[in-house]
């Protein structure tokens, strides 16, 4: 895990996880999937915890 620190904050952990599939059409891929973030802070006074996650989807068009 990474580890971060700075004058304002002091950020102890990062988690990252990744999922999805993936397709490849004649000349299109497509892909969906899922993602969480999540950050963690000690004794900030400037950052709290943060969580973000959700879908995503993405179209690549081959030329």
Same mark, same amino acid.
């Given at each position: @895990?990474?580890?971060? #620190?700075?004058?304002? #904050?002091? @950020?102890?952990? @990062?988690?990252?996880?990744?999922?999805?599939? %993936?397709?490849?059409?004649?000349?299109?891929?497509?892909?969906? %999937?899922?993602?969480?973030l999540?950050?963690?802070? *000690? *004794?900030?006074?400037?950052?709290?915890?943060?969580?973000?996650? %959700?879908? $995503?989807?993405?179209?690549?068009?081959? $030329?």
């Amino acid at each position: @895990m990474p580890h971060l #620190t700075g004058p304002s #904050t002091s @950020m102890t952990s @990062m988690a990252r996880f990744f999922g999805g599939v %993936g397709y490849r059409f004649d000349r299109v891929d497509a892909v969906l %999937g899922y993602r969480h973030l999540e950050w963690r802070f *000690d *004794d900030s006074p400037v950052f709290d915890d943060q969580n973000r996650s %959700g879908p $995503f989807a993405g179209v690549i068009f081959l $030329f």
